[in-house]
């Protein structure tokens, strides 16, 4: 286990991050000091412990933690002698951390939230949702200084820029699709960048069994060739049929993008009285893909479930969606990592309140008023 026997203080432990991080640091042997945590979560983060043999130190339950961190400090020090990893998570200014106790002692410190554990981090994965590009700057900026892997998230930002650079190109990975639903579509499958070799090479080996890469040669000309299977690979490649079908909607990329921007604009003017707010916009430099039009509904000010709104526009005949449920809605996240709503609370906000109402290029004028009229009706009634 990496980090067995080290002693590591989680601050803001109560969040949906620190939370997390205890539980990593449990399953990785630590022995943890963890601030700021409700009874439930004590004993969640306490069941981890118990079942790797590590033991826990709760400094504090209250959710607005404590103001004498040198107390804390003195607590920790005085049962375990020295701190190994502290995690700031909730973002305790360095005055009150840089008590005399903290000095000379073997440590490290962490300063951002999000990336605190940097530790037991190997990537980060930015997704440009909707169309719109993450602020790249920051996130490759961190990246570049812990030495991680940027893997880009591109499935609904192919006409996606920031700071004249299209999505994709900033990491090391950059992932596209072309399901059925996004803006270029090849029934499935999808694009990988890279301008690594080596990964541009593991990826053609994984996405064909795991075969060595000249194992297509098997059936040329020359007579039979046995293949190697040189990794546990996957049945990932896409089909010649469907990349002939994809080829040739790169043409059309701009014009499609052009509607979509018109009824974005269109969405967003017919819009801006309704109890609703509305998607955000594209920052300066940067350019929006425009793929889903996703308003957030103002359940306090209708009354209404966002469910009951799907429901009313769909017995008004128009075909509506969510994206998304958050991740840890669902049974499979909730029984394997004991994840729940109050860890998240603004993706449990947001996750309530997001709907997609129709957006295609396709969409002709009755079609848009359709849209238009049923959603003023719903959000109205």
């Known amino acids: 286990m990496k980090f067995k026997d080290k002693v ?22 630590a022995k943890l000091v963890l601030h700021s945590l409700t009874l439930e979560e004590l004993d969640t983060v306490a069941g981890h412990c118990r079942q790797n043999d590590v033991d826990h130190m709760p400094l504090a339950f209250d959710l607005s933690g404590a103001n004498d961190y ?3 400090v003195k607590q920790v020090t005085d049962r375990y ?18 008590h005399e106790t903290l000095s000379g002692v073997d440590r490290k410190i962490f300063e951002i939230n999000f990336f605190s554990a940097v530790e037991l981090t190997k990537a980060v994965l930015p997704v440009h949702f909707a169309g719109r590009c993450c602020d790249m700057d920051p996130i490759l900026e961190i990246a570049g200084k812990y030495d991680l892997l940027v893997i880009e998230d591109c499935a609904h930002a192919i006409e996606s820029e920031y700071h004249g ?12 699709s072309f399901y059925v639903t996004k803006n270029i579509i090849t029934g499935e499958g999808g694009m990988v960048l890279t301008d690594d070799d080596r990964f541009a090479a593991r990826i ?43 080829i040739h909607q790169l043409q059309r990329v701009n014009l499609y993008w052009k509607k979509r921007q018109q009824l974005w604009q269109k969405y967003n003017e017919a819009f801006s009285d309704l109890p609703c707010m509305l998607p955000i916009i594209a920052e300066d430099d940067t350019k929006h893909a425009y793929h889903l039009y996703t308003p957030l509904i103002d359940i306090d000010k209708i009354g209404k479930s966002r469910d009951w709104v799907l429901a009313a526009l769909t017995a008004e005949n128009i075909g509506v969606g969510v994206h998304y449920l958050p991740v840890y809605s669902h049974p499979f996240y909730r029984k394997t990592f004991g994840w729940k709503e109050v860890q998240f609370l603004n993706a449990e906000w947001i996750g309530t309140r997001t709907i997609s109402l129709p957006f295609s ?5 009755q079609d848009i008023e359709d849209v238009i009229g049923a959603f003023r009706k719903v959000l109205h009634s």
């Open 70 to 72: 040198p107390g804390l």
């Open 361 to 365: 290029p396709a969409l002709n004028g």
């Open 81 to 98: 002698g020295k701190i190994d990893v502290l995690i700031n998570n909730a973002g305790v200014s360095q005055r009150a951390l840089a």
């Open 204 to 246: 053609k080996i994984l996405a064909l069994h795991g075969m060595a890469q000249d194992a297509w040669k098997r059936f040329a000309d020359e007579g039979y060739k046995h293949y190697q299977v040189i990794h546990a690979g996957y049945k990932y490649n896409m089909m010649d049929i469907q990349a002939a079908i994809g």
């Open 8 to 29: 590591v203080w989680i601050t803001g432990a109560s969040s949906g991050i620190g939370e997390g991080l205890a539980h990593a640091f449990a399953r990785e042997g």
């Open 165 to 176: 650079k299209k999505s994709g190109m900033f990491g090391d990975i950059g992932c596209f």
